[in-house]
């Protein structure tokens, strides 16, 4: 008779979903290298030109070349070394992550304080098909957690896992991967395509993203890489000699040759503008994709950084939806999410950077939210903050003009900050009309902005705290701020008189009061 054993039976670490001393993908330690090698290549360049021009090329081929060599091997070995004492453990309740050559630095992040998982495939890692996993943990700085690098699956393995383990799953051994390519399939399925953005579409919104970065850049490195040239680069007779073959040749052309050439180096800066934008936005925003997904928005883009980041629903606290001065003109607006998560950059949270209001609408539907309609009930700041700001701003304009008075050798000159201070309270009294909100059954709405007007809106369940603040002036003057408490963001309307502040604090109040805030990341 076989009696049964009593001894309970020991899982394995990794039969419980928790995967400890985890190393990252081996060829990380190759995108480091490389990574720290490009930091490299201006001071090789500019010491291999310097010794190349003293004729010394036999000394630079002895000594040069074995110390190149050293330099590649040392930065390659330290960056193995890195790799190799990076380590990472997926737990039960947290994922950790230990580092360190000299000094170990470990860290450990509760799954309950992670608000998102993304992914980012930058241009060297991405040929070597590896990712950058981020833990966005909303804590601002610098202390959201990353790893680096991962291969694409383990990486979208990984993300899967967390957000389970988040929601308070548990995969076992045997069914993580059934559960896996279920959860897979499931968002493969259900996903919706919200907005998208084709190369059409990307070379329109590159020209209202003019920009002459690139020449800053490369007037930059010239001033400061100006002694390695063999001439004056800054000598314009020197450039007209070399251009036409003698001296003060252009200005023997006259005024009208003069204002042609003028014409020609706005008409050469405009095209430079344009194409750094059309560039950059190409870069930045290629094969843009939104989706609606059955875990949230998920947004993927860019050529060569490619970002995939998932926005659970229930994280979006408020939208912010802006235009520009010119894009304004031709009905193009910008569409972001004030989500839980920490922003990482300014755009992170961007879902359509460049759409008509009829493409913004479902996205903001999707959301939660809705756009203000026909009936609602706008109101504008007070009268008298309008006075007090369009004053005080002049103010500022009639402070400069004094000096300008006693100093300048013409009174004549004076004219420029009395002109800008008229400006000032112009812009002010007209701005005051898109100076307003509005308040519903279920969401507040503020918008500001004369030329480039902005929204933001937010459901007033969302909303934690609501505050009014007074100064001196606005004390006497009877209007106040509201500052309303929103998480991932700040929500400010200024200039509200008071007794209008004192009603949007009782109906938001009201709202919070009757909110069961355990349930929001359920709704």
Known sequence: MTVPSTTPTVEPPEAKGVRSGQRTDPKSFVVRGVAILSQLVIPLGIAAFTILDDGRVAEALMFGVPAVVAIIG??????????????????????????????????????????????E?????????????????????????????????????????????????????????????DARVESEELSEPLFTMGPRRLAIFGTFEFSLAVLAILIGLTQQFEFLLPFDLWDLDAWETRITGQSAYLSSLGFGAQVIGGVIATISLVIVGLATGIVRTFLREWEFLLERTSRGFRRRRGLLTKTDVVMPVHRVQGLKIGTGLVRRLFGWH??????????????????APFAKMAEIAPIVEQA????????????????????????GDSLWFLGAAI????????????????????????ANLLAWRFHRHALDDTQILATKGLLAPRSQLSRRLKLHSVEISRGPIAKLRGYATVHLGLAGGQFSIPGVPIDRALELRDAVMETISATDFSQLEKA
């Not at 039960?92 to 630095?105: A, H, K, N, P």
């Not at 957690?145 to 389970?164: F, K, M, N, Q």
């Not at 006693?406 to 000032?424: M, N, Q, Y």
């Open 74 to 119: 040392i930065n390659f070995a330290l960056a193995y070394l890195a790799w190799s004492r990076l380590t990472y453990t997926v737990g039960e309740q947290d994922i950790r992550v230990e580092s360190g050559i000299l000094s170990r630095t470990a860290r450990s992040v509760p799954y309950e304080r992670i608000q998102d998982v993304s992914l």
């Open 121 to 181: 495939q930058k241009l060297v890692p991405r040929l070597f098909g590896l990712v950058e996993v981020k833990f966005e943990t909303g804590s601002g700085g610098g202390e959201d957690l990353s790893l680096t690098y991962l291969s694409a699956d383990e990486g979208e393995r990984l993300r899967r896992v967390i957000r389970a383990r988040r929601a308070g799953h548990t995969l076992s051994g045997d069914d993580r991967p059934q559960a896996e390519r």
């Open 334 to 351: 910008n569409l972001r999410f004030v989500s839980l998560a920490q922003d990482s950059g300014a755009s992170n949270h961007v879902v």
């Open 368 to 391: 939660g939210f809705h756009l203000p309609t026909e009936g609602a009930q706008w109101h504008r700041a007070s009268e008298k903050y309008r006075f007090d700001s369009a004053l």
């Open 403 to 426: 000096p300008v008075l006693i100093f300048a050798p013409s009174a004549l000159f004076a004219l420029i900050p009395l002109t800008l201070a008229v400006i000032a309270a112009v």
